[in-house]
């Protein structure tokens, strides 16, 4: 006996929203977010079959739609023609490591500044992202903001996990430099 249950009849109503900035985030294109959560929505109908009840309604869209993600950056990435992202490689010893992670303020230590604080990084980590090569910036936001794991984003990209983690080492350099001049 499953614990949930699936209506379609209420999807655009309960969760296109949600569903649109989970997905904006991911690929910064307006039009591409909406048609990825169109596609998630027509997908689910198609399998509604295989919904068995053990996730929520919300959650089994969700992973519906992160297949539909990878797809999407899949199909962006397969010409083989493209250059690969080559960037001047340095190594000063202190930008490696999780810097991102260890600049986020506890959340359970909340107030209005920090609030704001938050918001104002959070805009400056947006902004540096966007500076970033378009291949780099992608590859960055699936394994560190998104948490995607190493052998999906290298096949997504058709990279060596060596090559990857030389991309997301040069990225985090470039993203401490910006965050440097630009936010602290």
């Excluded at 009849?9 to 649109?20: E, G, P, Q």
């Excluded at 689910?44 to 297949?67: D, Y």
Aim: hydrophobic share 40%.
């Amino acid at each position: 006996m499953s614990i949930n249950t699936i209506n379609p009849d209420t999807w655009v109503d309960k969760y296109s929203d949600y569903l649109f900035n989970f997905t904006i985030v991911r690929v910064n294109d307006k039009e591409i977010a909406q048609d990825l959560v169109q596609e998630t929505f027509f997908a689910g109908l198609k399998s509604m079959k295989n919904f068995k009840g053990e996730a929520s309604e919300r959650t089994w869209l969700i992973s519906i739609l992160k297949r539909k993600i990878i797809d999407h950056y899949r199909k962006i990435n397969s010409n083989k023609g493209k250059a690969e992202v080559r960037i001047n490689y340095t190594s000063d010893g202190e930008t490696e490591g999780d810097w991102l992670e260890e600049r986020v303020a506890d959340p359970f230590d909340q107030n209005a500044e920090s609030e704001i604080e938050n918001k104002e990084l959070g805009v400056a980590i947006h902004n540096c992202i966007g500076k970033l090569p378009e291949k780099q910036a992608q590859i960055f936001k699936m394994k560190t903001i998104e948490g995607f794991d190493t052998e999906a984003i290298c096949n997504v990209f058709d990279i060596t996990a060596s090559n990857l983690w030389v991309i997301i080492h040069r990225a985090r350099t470039a993203m401490a430099e910006c965050l440097e001049k630009n936010w602290f």
